[in-house]
């Protein structure tokens, strides 16, 4: 059910997504370099190559295969284009994982791609497809309408150089020869690692560079995993006499990382005034209040402090019944204009959805970035791999001792949250940072939740020390790059240079 929740959240976001204020940048028929030719012949012409030539030698109309000695099970697939941004070299292609195949998108720095850290995006879910995040958030373009995207100028890009990645298999245009699919996000994390390596190994100017690890949602589970697996990995790339990977931070938005600070935050957003004035009647609110002892009590024990599937699935749902279902049936935002807080809405509400699928099922869009002619539809959402992580109870892990582990061992972590999302919120998030056992934790717990700002207005609050920054996106929902688009670049580049916020 939250697992549903996340994803419907996510969606909804996208409807109200500002997609409105960016100057057009390329069209279908308009390739925006004179010389290139981004929207010609894909033909899927692999060429081996052991040497792994620099990323801007590669052909923009072919694939190039590449692969490593070392690494002999994984290979890339890479072509070249100026895909969604006229102004830099946009990569686009899969690294295979022997049978599994996972889409990505790359897009160097605006600013300098010679110096600038590597940036790697997932969307959440677990199944929403992280074209959403480049085409409705974050990216280089942003999506106008099914035919046409514009140009953006808040895109990560402005600093770093950024990846989106489609995983696990299965999600957008990732897959697997066999049909295989991934539950869990253990599992997925096996992939990433072995992506993260692939690409760092094969293209040498990006060796030893910073990575930061980034994502939303669901994110605030795959990240930290993802962030774990690979810094376990290094031990075994330094083995086989490759280089580390420079695994600097991982950044996570309105993440739902720790079900058991965040199920109980639900009451705080429904019925305080913690960002905009309750919600929910009185009545309901005090019900709420009085069931939530048991909940918190029934979840320790069945899911947090060892799980037992049975009982746990019988604790979620007795919470979601007291306490999350009176938000959702009242409507949330969609009630009301005064209440901005994220709700619930069915997939086919799901207008921008609909057009970016109809975008990437076009088949001049496919030929650049050298899909398949016989991948069939592209969908946003996988709900197959919603359901099969839902059928694990993956989201149940206390995934916060991933975030305290990395901690401990240098790798720095934002938690950023929009103020009035309700699915993954600024309370529970909050609270799981200042609970979390780490030895860094005294001298968090003692700093006063401050302001930051941006062009001298207040953006929200933070707290941050020794690594770990917490902070507030006043005015944002559960997508802070599509409702603070300003803001969360800024957020981004003071993280990406280390200052303060
Ligand atoms: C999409 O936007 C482009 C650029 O503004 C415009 O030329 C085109 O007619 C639009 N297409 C649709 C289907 O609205
Ligand atoms: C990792 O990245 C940081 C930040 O750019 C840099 O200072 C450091 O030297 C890098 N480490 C390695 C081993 O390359
Ligand atoms: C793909 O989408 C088109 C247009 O909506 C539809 O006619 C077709 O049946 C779909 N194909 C598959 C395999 O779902």
New binding site residues.
């Given amino acids: 059910m939250l697992l549903k929740l996340s994803v419907c959240s996510l969606l909804l976001t996208l409807v109200t997504g500002r997609i409105s204020q960016f100057s ?1 940048c390329i ?1 279908l028929t308009e390739p925006c370099t004179a010389g290139e030719t981004p929207w010609n012949d894909v033909a899927h012409v692999d060429a081996a190559v052991a040497e792994a030539p620099a990323l801007s030698s590669l052909a923009s109309s072919d694939f190039t295969t590449l692969w490593h000695p070392e690494l002999p099970r994984y290979g890339v697939r890479i072509k070249k284009s100026h895909f969604c941004d006229c102004s830099v070299n946009a990569y686009t292609g899969y690294i295979d994982v022997e049978a599994r195949h996972l889409f990505f998108y790359f897009f160097e720095s605006r600013r300098d791609p010679s110096a600038d850290d590597v940036v790697f995006w997932t969307n959440g879910g677990p199944g929403g497809a992280s074209s959403l995040g480049l085409f409705t958030e974050l990216g280089p373009c942003i999506l ?5 995207t ?1 140009y953006n100028p808040y895109s990560w890009n402005e600093y770093a150089n950024v990846f989106f990645i489609e995983q696990p298999v299965g999600v957008g245009f990732s897959y697997a020869d066999h049909g295989e699919s991934v539950d869990t996000t253990e599992e997925a994390a096996k992939d990433i690692a072995a992506f993260v390596a692939i690409f760092f190994n094969h293209f040498t100017e990006y060796k030893g560079r910073a990575l930061h690890l980034a994502g939303e949602s669901y994110g605030g589970r795959y990240l930290p995993l993802f962030a774990a697996e690979i810094y376990d990995q290094n031990t075994k790339i330094e083995a086989l006499g490759m280089d580390p990977v420079n695994l600097s931070s991982i950044m996570i938005g309105n993440g739902c990382t720790d079900q058991s600070t965040m199920i109980p935050s639900y009451y705080d957003m429904e019925c305080t005034g913690v960002t905009v004035d309750p919600v929910l009647d009185i009545g309901t609110c005090v019900s709420i209040k009085r069931a939530l002892p048991r909940c918190k009590k029934w979840l320790e024990s069945e899911c947090f402090t060892r799980l037992d599937g049975i009982n746990c699935r019988a604790a979620l749902s007795f919470c979601e019944e007291v306490v999350m279902s009176p938000f959702m049936e009242a409507g949330g935002s969609a009630a009301s204009p005064r209440r901005p807080l994220i709700s619930i809405a069915p997939h086919d509400a799901c207008m921008v959805c609909s057009s970016l699928e109809a975008y990437l099922n076009l088949p001049a869009v496919r030929q650049v970035l050298g899909i398949d002619p016989s991948f069939g539809n592209y969908s946003s959402v996988s709900m197959a791999v919603n359901s099969a992580f839902e059928a694990k109870l993956d989201h149940i892990f206390p995934t916060q001792l991933y975030l305290t582990a990395l901690l401990e061992r240098g790798v720095r972590v934002l938690l950023y949250v929009g103020a009035n999302d309700w699915v993954c919120n600024w309370v529970g998030n909050e609270r799981m940072s200042l609970a979390m056992q780490w030895t860094g934790q005294g001298e968090f717990v003692q700093q006063p939740l401050a302001e930051w700002t941006v062009g001298g207005r207040v953006a929200g609050l933070t707290r941050s020390a020794k690594g770990l920054t917490f902070a507030t996106v006043y005015g944002a929902g559960h997508m802070v790059p599509a409702d603070k688009p300003a803001e969360s670049l800024e957020l981004v580049s003071r993280w990406l240079s280390r200052q303060g916020l």
């Fill in positions: 057009v069209s106008e309408n099914s035919t046409a514009k």
